[in-house]
């Protein structure tokens, strides 16, 4: 069964059952996928090290927050 099959099933639930169905699919969007953390990790870590070594240039945090 195709996301277009599903689609049209869940268009024909009562409301109840169509909210328990989105509520469903939003709250597996916000599950922390491994995989993506581990990358993330990795990706911050070539960074402080790049930072470490002069490699990349900061910015001072009144700058980032600054309300212009």
């Known amino acids: 069964m195709g ?3 599903i689609l049209e099933k869940a268009l024909k639930l009562k409301p109840q059952d169509k909210l328990t ?3 469903g699919l939003l709250k597996s969007l916000d599950e922390p996928d491994k ?3 581990q990358i993330w990790a ?3 870590e070539k960074r402080l090290d790049a ?3 002069g490699g ?3 910015i ?3 700058e980032i927050f600054s309300e212009e």
Do not use: Q, S, T
């Open 56 to 58: 990349l240039e900061g």
């Open 3 to 5: 996301a277009k099959d």
């Open 21 to 23: 169905v989105v509520e």
């Open 60 to 62: 001072p945090m009144e």
């Open 42 to 44: 990795e990706e911050a």
């Open 35 to 37: 995989d993506i953390d």
């Open 51 to 53: 930072y470490r070594r």
